[in-house]
């Protein structure tokens, strides 16, 4: 399933979390003689999609901890940080997810 999610990474270039929380901060700022709603860098595409990527690769890391922790190479303690972590990108997600789902229904029931 999470291979079949990979394409919602092409809308934007892979990064991690810092540079997503970084890039997110700057391109909410305005510049002096810029209009409100100009396009100043990064689109809400490619937001949603670096935060797709973002927790694919938390999960992705976690599974192969999990297996490393099996196996004997990592310890449990690297273990439950990695599914930790990934639990956490996991659940910011799905309340993105139905924040979205929720705005879009409500658009709908607007009057034209």
Do not use: C, H
């Amino acid at each position: 399933m999470i291979d079949q999610i990979q394409n919602v990474g092409s809308l934007s270039k892979v990064s991690g979390l810092g540079s997503f929380a970084t890039d997110a901060v700057s391109s909410t700022t305005t510049t002096v003689g810029s209009t409100p709603g100009s396009a100043n860098g990064l689109s809400f595409a490619s937001v949603l999609g670096d935060m797709a990527s973002s927790t694919m690769q938390n999960i992705k890391q976690a599974e192969v901890t999990s297996f490393e922790g099996i196996t004997g190479k990592a310890n449990t303690r690297e273990v439950v940080d990695a599914v930790l972590a990934a639990e956490q990108s996991l659940q910011t997600a799905i309340a993105l997810r139905d924040k979205i789902v929720s705005a879009y229904l409500e658009i709908t029931k607007m009057q034209i």
